[in-house]
């Protein structure tokens, strides 16, 4: 996949903006504040509408304007290419159009273009909490097959109709609740049991990759695993909701099923998130990122457009190197607001300054 251009019009920084990314990499330069991250948000923006920051739609438009709009051409593995249009509104809906065609669903809006995120805040998928592990699987599943949005929207829906009836309940258990809990535990057994099985497949063919990745990124050999905690699958689901009732009522809260599942990372036997040093922690990041990526371009016949946001600021120069060696053959921008890494050689260089890229 291949973005041929980028246009923004009241984008964060920008207030009108455009870009045509060489095919092979772009380093975007810049000082800190520029808006170089702002940029890559963008184009990640296109791929699940959603900020790869984590910032609401509505700091995504520039200060003063109603809405902002994000512009782009891509070409697939097929050579197709398609007209991506975004505007995001200070009130009222957003608009999604494919080719001068309005999407009814944000989900008809996946596969259309494919990205892979590498930023600082990576660092988090090691030593943070197991909801940016599940974030990262769950992602990795829907740009390797976008029909997985729908089974986590389901899950996301049953929980919350689940959770709302324990709340309301307050401990108190009727007929009427324990028939209702019942409806709601079978659809949630089944859609939790089919993405546990797709999160379980997932992580065994991610393990070997990214013990791979490690290895070229650390510089050095070890022992790296990836597994799937999810103590509800040893009994299924169904019974393990059932075992819980009483404790959820107590708690008017679902307290086992996939929501709570976590990705475990070791390296040499010890895990990675208590026992490793920060270079570790960061070479294993980046390897869980290439892991994905790889995994994501093997599934989808093309690889995502990497986005590599100030990446090399955070690894010594032993690492950058090696995160260079590692990086698939492909197109990719790179932000930097230091001296280019040796061994870097972009086929394109461009400058942003003041909310212009020149």
């Not at 246009?7 to 920084?13: G, N």
């Not at 019974?239 to 009522?249: F, K, N």
């Not at 026992?275 to 371009?297: C, D, I, K, P």
């Amino acid at each position: 996949m291949r973005l041929r251009r980028i246009t923004l019009a009241d984008f964060r920084s920008y207030e009108a903006a455009e870009l045509e990314p060489a095919e092979g990499l772009t380093v975007i330069v810049g000082a800190n504040g520029e808006g170089k991250t702002n940029l890559l948000e963008a184009i990640g923006y296109l791929a699940t509408l959603s900020s790869f920051r984590g910032a609401p739609g509505d700091a995504l438009v520039r200060q003063g304007a109603p809405s902002a709009v994000i512009r782009a051409e891509v070409i697939d593995a097929d050579d197709r290419a398609a007209l991506v249009e975004a505007e995001l509104r200070r009130a009222g809906r957003d608009r999604v159009m494919v080719n001068r065609q309005t999407l009814r669903r944000a989900r008809d809006l996946l596969g259309t273009v494919r990205v892979s995120v590498f930023s600082p805040d990576d660092l988090a998928l090691v030593k943070g909490g197991p909801a940016e592990r599940r974030r990262y699987l769950d992602d990795a599943l829907v740009a390797c097959a976008p029909k997985h949005d729908r089974t986590l929207g389901d899950l996301e829906r049953i929980l919350r109709q689940r959770n709302a009836l324990l709340k309301q309940a307050a401990g108190r258990v009727t007929p009427e609740v324990e028939a209702t809990l019942d409806v709601f535990d079978a659809k949630l057994a089944e859609t939790g049991e089919r993405l546990g099985a797709a999160r379980a497949a997932l992580v065994e063919r991610l393990e070997p990759i990214v013990a791979k990745a490690y290895d070229v990124v650390a510089s050095a050999a070890a022992a790296v695993t990836v597994g799937l905690d999810a103590p509800w699958q040893t009994q299924g689901l169904a019974a393990a909701l059932a075992a819980s009732r009483t404790e959820d009522l107590r708690r008017a809260v679902t307290t086992v099923g996939p929501h709570r599942d976590d990705a475990v990372l070791t390296i040499n036997g010890m895990p990675a998130r208590t026992h490793a040093s920060q270079g570790e922690q960061r070479s294993l990041a980046l390897a869980l990122r290439l892991g994905a990526h790889e995994l994501v371009t093997e599934r989808a016949g093309s690889a995502p457009i990497l986005l590599l946001d100030d990446v090399f600021s955070e690894l010594d120069p032993d690492r950058s190197v090696a995160l260079l060696r590692a990086i698939p053959v492909g197109q990719a921008l790179l932000t930097t607001a230091g001296v280019l890494p040796q061994g870097l050689e972009p086929e394109q260089v461009v400058t942003v300054r003041d909310g212009r890229i020149s």
